[in-house]
């Protein structure tokens, strides 16, 4: 059964058949990643760019390999070093980059919407890898996977997104997910974080970082964006922890608790040291499983 559409723009409204097809395929990729060999021929002959006009470690890297794990060849783009200095347009350098027959285009850019426009300009598989405040559906594909993978379901839990939802496209596109696949989910953060109309997308709000621990089964901790003005909505960062961060002693509260993040963290700010390298989170799980899950991507939309 293939996937309901050519392009992954977002989570929002994908059937929960393709959000479950994903999953299961990534399963079987997550296996070969294991393999002393880790490269299958799947999309040998694929030619796949991968345009990055903001910066990215995790998400980046993780496209490219699971891109050469695949066979495919894969060309990377940076705004920086680009013609986009010399005045081209964004327009004007994807047509151009299309030109050279390229089969997928993953895109990061600072903007919300560009991967959408870019289904209108590209005859390409569009593939979003974080579009500004809106989605960033692959980070929330594997953090499900990750959630399904350590508890063996995602059906019924309850997952508490804590942080500064309102600069988040991890969180939108992890409520989405979430709730498609039957999860319970709430946000915590300062009220100054958590935009005002969210409730209406079926999630709880609270401001109670003590409550998020004890009632939940997951918490995904996002990061302070300070690069989208976070710290405006804070008074200072050592205040922010003082009242949300997640320590150690406050885990205290839940023996069973499970944390994710997106990474990358700030030390000290949404999660002290502790915790981060601590037997609560499954921050690295996340970023394995993230190859898996691309490459799952790449392959159901590649080959349909
Ligand atoms: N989680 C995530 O998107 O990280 P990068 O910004 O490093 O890609």
């Given at each position: 059964m293939p996937l309901s559409s050519r392009h992954l723009l977002g989570l929002h409204g994908v059937p929960k058949e393709d959000i479950q097809l994903i999953l299961d395929t990534a399963t079987t990729f997550r296996e070969v990643l294991d393999r002393p060999i880790k490269k299958v021929p799947t999309l040998q002959g694929k030619t796949i760019v991968n345009l990055f006009f903001e910066s990215s470690t995790r998400t980046?890297?993780?496209?490219?390999?699971a891109q050469k794990r695949l066979?495919?060849?894969?060309?990377?783009?940076?705004?920086s070093g680009s013609s986009t200095g010399k005045g081209e347009t964004f327009k004007d350098t994807v047509k151009n980059i299309e030109a050279m027959k390229v089969d997928m285009i993953v895109v990061r850019h600072e903007s919300a919407g560009v991967p959408q426009f870019l289904t209108r300009i590209s005859d390409a598989n569009i593939i979003n890898a974080?579009?500004?405040?809106?989605?960033?559906?692959?980070?929330?594909?594997?953090?499900?996977y990750s959630i399904r993978e350590k508890l063996k379901k995602i059906d019924g839990l309850k997952?508490?997104?804590?942080?500064?939802?309102?600069?988040?496209?991890?969180?939108?596109?992890?409520?989405?997910g979430l709730l498609t696949m039957g999860a319970k989910v709430s946000v915590c953060g300062p009220p100054t974080m958590i935009p005002r109309?969210?409730?209406?997308?079926?999630?709880?709000?609270?401001?109670?970082?003590?409550?998020?621990?004890?009632?939940?089964?997951?918490?995904?901790?996002?990061?302070i964006q300070l690069e989208r003005e976070a710290g405006s909505s804070i008074p200072t960062l050592r205040e922010y922890?003082?009242?949300?961060?997640?320590?150690?002693?406050?885990?205290?509260?839940?023996?069973?608790?499970?944390?994710?993040?997106?990474?990358?963290?700030n030390r000290g700010v949404e999660l002290s040291s502790e915790v981060a390298d601590g037997?609560?989170?499954?921050?690295?799980n996340q970023v394995t499983n993230g190859v898996a899950v691309r490459m799952a991507v790449l392959y159901l939309l590649g080959t349909l």
């Open positions: 980046r890297i993780s496209f490219e390999l066979s495919a060849d894969t060309i990377n783009f940076a705004k974080g579009d500004g405040r809106h989605e960033h559906p692959t980070q929330a594909l594997l953090d499900l997952v508490c997104i804590v942080g500064d939802i309102g600069h988040s496209r991890v969180a939108l596109s992890n409520i989405y109309s969210i409730e209406s997308l079926g999630v709880e709000v609270h401001h109670d970082i003590d409550r998020a621990i004890r009632e939940n089964d997951v918490l995904n901790v996002l990061r922890h003082k009242y949300f961060g997640i320590t150690r002693e406050r885990l205290q509260q839940n023996e069973d608790i499970l944390i994710l993040h997106p990474g990358p963290i037997p609560f989170q499954i921050i690295l």
